[in-house]
């Protein structure tokens, strides 16, 4: 029970770094840039799947929870989320790292992921097609932390807004952390050892775990040799690490937070199932 609440703190403060740079934009955008210049930059996207597949690449699930603030403000589109979530590692590859799989490998799922992402975050964005960048969006950020940010100054108000959001992914870990301990992970990783097609849908859903702990259960099966590479990818893909949990604090819209939840699951489920077809 330590451990939980430690590792709870722990994905926490490692958070908060993200968190403030996320805010930090956001303020600069609503008070300090021109209208010219919030046009270039936040309605000029057209390549936003491209960075933001190859950006959620990177070690941990920080780029998720950053995207994931500057989709609720309107400053990315849902596509550029959606490549983030899908390409995001978590705890994926500093274990890989650890256990010292070979590079190529390690490579080769890391661009498989990036790659995937930036596909469907093209296709999401020729489909949905809602404009970005209303300038009110980033207002209701303060308004639904009742916050007084016109007066507070960027780095107070930007403060003010990480400690909210950082005390609600505190306590959401912990939740989340003593359920995982209460159930055991043993019994999660069991219900992902059935080599049928459920088992894609099971690790799906294993990754959309809002925290480190879905993405190192598959990952440890995997490297055990327990389950497929496709079944490892329908949960790697799915696994957003903080970021969807932090999608349905900000995002007030609960109809686009599904939307982007589903997409990503059934992605890594139909994913997964291919590549064990393929291969």
């Keep these: 029970m330590i451990d939980c609440l430690t590792d709870g703190l722990i994905d926490t403060l490692k958070l908060l770094p993200y968190l403030f740079i996320t805010f930090v934009i956001l303020e600069l955008i609503e008070h300090k840039l021109s209208k010219k210049n919030q046009k270039i930059l936040t309605k000029n996207k057209k390549y936003g ?3 933001g597949g190859i950006l959620g690449a990177l070690p941990q699930c920080g780029f998720s929870s950053m995207a994931a603030n500057l989709f609720s403000a309107r400053v990315i589109t849902m596509g550029t989320l959606i490549a983030v979530f899908l390409s995001t590692s978590d705890e994926m590859l500093p274990i890989m790292i650890s ?19 930036i596909i469907i975050g093209f296709i999401i964005d020729l489909v949905y ?17 009742h916050c007084s940010c016109d007066h507070d100054g960027i780095i107070v108000s930007s403060l003010k807004h990480t400690l909210k959001i950082g005390l609600f992914v505190l306590l959401a870990n912990l939740i989340i952390n003593v359920i995982i301990f209460e159930v055991g992970e043993e019994n999660v990783s069991n219900i992902l050892l059935h080599n049928n097609i459920l088992t894609y849908f099971l690790s799906s859903l294993v990754g959309l775990i809002p925290n480190c702990a879905g993405s190192v259960i598959i990952t440890e099966l995997y490297l055990a040799q327990m389950i497929t590479v496709g079944t490892m990818l329908a949960g790697l893909l799915s696994g957003s690490g903080l970021g969807i949990l932090l999608l349905f604090r900000t ?6 937070n599904i939307t982007v939840l589903s997409i990503i699951y059934f992605v890594g489920v139909i994913i997964g ?7």
């Design 49 to 51: 799947p491209l960075v």
């Design 99 to 117: 256990e010292k799989v070979d590079i190529m490998i390690l490579l080769k799922i890391l661009s498989f992921k990036v790659v995937v992402g």
């Design 129 to 145: 097609r809602k404009e970005v960048s209303k300038k009110n969006e980033i207002k209701e950020i303060c308004d639904h932390d």
């Design 251 to 256: 995002n007030k819209n609960m109809k686009e």
């Design 273 to 279: 199932l291919l590549v064990d077809l393929v291969i």
